[in-house]
């Protein structure tokens, strides 16, 4: 099984930073796409920026400029630098990830959330 934590999150004022993490671990063979959603409720779940094995990055434009994505191949851990954040920003971040495990099973997880809050 393949199981992913995250951390970071919080509450920060509109205008500051925050970063968030988020490690996979157990029976990965091959790890390919990390990425970081959120979802405010009544909304559907967004995706805020993706990185693939080949270290592309997909970043959408709400956040272009404002967030920045990367990744540790060795700990299969990835990282949301979250600058000049908005009330608008407000929402639960889930990490996800999908690759191949150990058994040629294909894995596509969720993390549990973690709550960010832009308020002042």
Known sequence: QVQLV???????????????????????????????????????????????????????DSVKGRFTISRDDAQNTIYLQMNSLKSEDTAVYYCNAKGYETNYDIFDIWGQGTLVTVSS
């Open 6 to 60: 995250e951390s970071g999150g919080g509450l920060v004022q509109p205008g500051g930073a925050l970063s968030l993490s988020c490690a996979a671990s157990g029976t990965i063979l091959v790890m390919h796409v990390m990425a970081w959603y959120r979802q405010v409720p009544g909304k559907q779940r967004e995706l805020v920026a993706s990185t693939n094995a080949g270290g592309i990055t997909d970043i959408p």
